[in-house]
């Protein structure tokens, strides 16, 4: 994979702690050595072409993914289910994406995202072809399994296309204005995806068209892969590794082995990042895929106009999500920005429960679509920065993701019992909204507190000039980690990945029920 050399590296834009630098790399050095390479580093129009690749391929992905959502009355209507059973549809695809998600993760790691991206796409195509055929038979039972397949191809791309990002960028030099850039594509095409399926649906006077135009949408997004594949085989032979300027970590693509070890011992910070993740990033999820028939019911309005509301509101904050990287990348501040976005995000639910007025829920919309734009940027770069081994970096995002679709399994399920239980009303299933938001706040203060006397925890915080500076202390602080705190570190992070397990078990128990119970037919 192309990989470049940050800004900093090139023009040595460390403060006075030279020794620091080179002591660092020294170590990093003393740990893997390697011959010197002959190979050039990566012009920028690499770089743009690489970074653009990368973000056509999100967007088509999101176009896919903004469909289903916008067409929940349509599908209920029309494949003559109710709420619960479609919470069930919904939940197919996260349950296939907890049982393989980690694995995915884990193979990612060891071939590399770009041949990751490459082989999901092609299955999440043929996943596709079975949701357009059962929404043209009207089959629920087909287009459980088409969700399946098509899921069995998504946990191979979505892991790939951060590691990538992780191998190109060091933290605080990049990696987060990059997310930020394909994140913004994404919204932008979530929001074309989302607006335009039910003026697709009514224009062509059959629902399924929608499903069949998504079809062809990811026959494009493959071929922009194959592209994205055969550019960095080329990039990867002719351009050398990077190293990460604060510590001198070499940053790779893929591995040469299966990391299981370094897997089952993330840090304790990165068990903190996905706590907040849990709460917050599942409020957004679970409210993304019913804002639209929430907005249908609180506008009094056809499916149409409610989906051009949602898409506005929510894929707003497009323009914000680019800057945002570029913040965190300069100025850190990670755990404020995530205590700032579950604030919002808390406020927004509020107003959905207690202001359930047109004027009340317009005004909560345009918050959550704000205050959202800051979630995911500021938590995948979290993640990435809490790590102490980048090449495993797909594996941690793959718990991020196995931790989310658990916990959507399990709420998508209870909120569809209560709106059934509630004559199909949005007044009961908001306050698991607030719920869930109200925690993400709690978790996110906490956090703030801790970062004051914890130096792991306080490196989210750090700027760029603060990182370099301290390069030294986030390899003493692995040291310590691995070394003489290395038994107590080693059971915090498996008692953390035994919770995640029980976790997944329980939504597995959940999919099951609502599988084996009359909830699905």
Known sequence: MAKLIPADAVSGDHTPESPDTKEVVSLSDAESPRPASTRGQVPLSFKIISVALVAGIGFGSSWSSGVTGAMKSTLKKELKINNTQFALLESSEDFIKVLLILISGMITDRI???????????????????????????????????????????????????????????????????????????????FVGKSTANIISKNLGDFSWVFWIALFMNIFTNLITLAFFFFTKYANKKFANIRDPSTG??????????????????????????????????????????????????????????????????YAGFFVVPLIGIFID???????LMAFCGIGVFVSMALVNWANSTKGTAAAFGI??????????????????????????????????????????????????????????????????????????????GLIVLSSISIDLRRLQWTRKQR??????????????????????????????????????????AYIWGAATGNNY
């Not at 709460?279 to 409610?306: C, Y």
């Not at 679709?405 to 209870?414: A, E, Q, R, T």
């Open 468 to 509: 370099l500076r301290n390069g030294h202390l986030i390899i003493e602080r692995k040291e310590r980690f691995l070394g003489e705190n290395g038994a107590k570190n080693r059971k915090i992070s498996l008692c953390c990945f035994g919770a995640l397990c029980a976790l997944s078990l329980g939504s597995w128990v």
């Open 368 to 445: 959550y679509a704000f205050a959202y734009s800051f979630g995911p940027t500021v938590i995948i770069d979290s993640i990435r920065t809490s790590m102490w081994h980048q090449e495993v970096f797909g594996s941690a995002y793959s718990m991020k993701i196995m931790m989310n679709n658990s916990m959507n399994i399990i709420v998508n399920l209870i909120t569809g019992r209560i709106q059934d239980a509630d004559n199909d009303s949005y007044d009961r299933v908001v306050i698991v909204y607030v719920a869930l938001a109200a925690g993400s706040v709690v978790v996110s203060i």
């Open 249 to 314: 970590e070499e940053l790779t693509e893929k591995n040469k082995k299966f990391e299981v070890k370094k897997v089952l011992e993330m840090p304790w910070v990165f068990w903190a990042v996905l706590a907040f993740s849990l709460l917050e990033t599942s409020t957004a999820l679970v409210f993304t895929q019913n804002a639209t028939e929430l907005a249908e019911h609180r506008f009094n309005t056809d499916s149409i106009t409610a989906g051009w509301y949602t898409s506005v509101l929510q």
């Open 112 to 190: 590399g995202g770009a041949s990751a991206i490459l082989y999901g796409n092609v299955i999440y195509t043929i996943g596709s072809i079975f949701v357009a055929a059962a929404t043209t038979v009207r089959n629920y039972p087909l287009m459980i399994f088409g969700r399946v397949v098509l899921a069995f191809g998504d946990v191979a791309t979505q892991t790939a296309q951060y590691k990538i990002f992780s191998s190109w960028f060091p933290p605080n030099n990049g990696f987060a204005s990059t997310l930020g850039f394909e994140l913004a594509i994404g919204k932008i095409g979530g």
């Open 330 to 336: 300069l100025f850190g501040n990670r755990i404020s």
